[in-house]
């Protein structure tokens, strides 16, 4: 068998899968290697620098699995650590490899879905305080405004397998009552973490059929498939034989019940360490 050299995907929980999933789907011939680091979620309520040296950590992890190209499927942590480790680490240690966020990506499809300029971001409050989506969006896009509203109890409640609940119902009601009391123009949603996806009935229960959803994962998937063409380089460096790694740096037992319902088919996790 050929040395791999799989593609690594990273999240602090399971919401990466959400974006993994979809780009196994789109390009199922390449490695993979997924690492979400569960011991320490969630993300989205810690301090920049947190998150950062979290997510440098699972970075150089996935480095040394291997990967020479590594997705942040997690917008916390592209928000708060993504151009730092871009623009400081790989310049310095890492010059032959790769690290893309989600955030990027999502906002360059802004432009051709929305008809009254007005988007409504939900995310966890770190991402929230970045003002990435409304950085990245004026750079691209300055004439769409950008609405945001924090939906911290949305995670927990994924997390815990509350989805399909009453519970699950009142909070995305609330989030998107207070979102769109900002403007009542809003034509489009982000759904700005990777878990929120798993909640999607309960979001169509309060949203009107006008309304568009962006799939953050269909747009990561879409946007790696296009690097990749771009960049040759680094597609002839990945290898390709369709297989999948799963690790986690919580107990993987428990890992492997949840990232099977994520995933859609049986998961079989390591346990990993990052320090």
Request: glycine share 6%; proline share 5%.
């Amino acid at each position: 068998m050929s040395k791999l050299a799989p593609i690594g995907v990273f999240d602090s929980g399971f919401g990466g899968l959400t974006i993994l999933k979809k780009i196994v789907e789109r390009m199922p011939g390449y490695d993979y290697v997924f690492l979400g680091d569960n011991a320490r979620a969630p993300y989205g309520s810690r301090s920049f620098v947190t998150v950062y040296n979290y997510t440098l950590q699972a970075v150089k992890k996935l480095f040394e699995l291997g990967c020479p190209l590594v997705v942040l499927a997690c917008n916390t942590a592209s928000a708060k650590a993504l151009r730092t480790i871009q623009q400081e680490y790989l310049a310095k240690e890492a010059p032959q490899h790769r690290v893309l966020g989600i955030i990027r990506p999502t906002a360059e499809a802004l432009g051709g879905i929305t008809k009254t300029k007005k988007v409504g971001v939900l995310g966890t409050a770190g991402t929230v305080n970045s003002q990435s989506y409304i950085l990245e969006t004026a750079k691209l896009s300055p004439e769409i405004k950008i609405f945001q509203q924090a939906c911290p109890l949305l995670v927990p409640i994924v997390e815990n397998n509350e989805i399909d609940t009453p519970g699950a119902d009142f909070f995305v009601e609330k989030y998107l009552s207070q979102l769109f009391a900002q403007d009542s123009e809003i034509d489009t949603i982000v759904l700005g973490c990777t878990h929120y996806p798993l909640l999607i009935n309960s979001f169509k229960k309060f949203l009107s059929p006008d309304i568009h959803i962006v799939k953050q994962n269909e747009i990561v998937a879409h946007s790696l498939q296009d690097y990749l063409l771009r960049h040759p380089d680094m597609d002839a460096r990945l290898s390709k034989n369709s297989s999948i790694h799963y690790y986690t740096t919580d107990d993987s037992a428990l890992f492997d019940i949840s990232a099977s319902v994520f995933m859609g088919r049986q998961v079989r996790s390591g346990s990993i360490s990052l320090n």
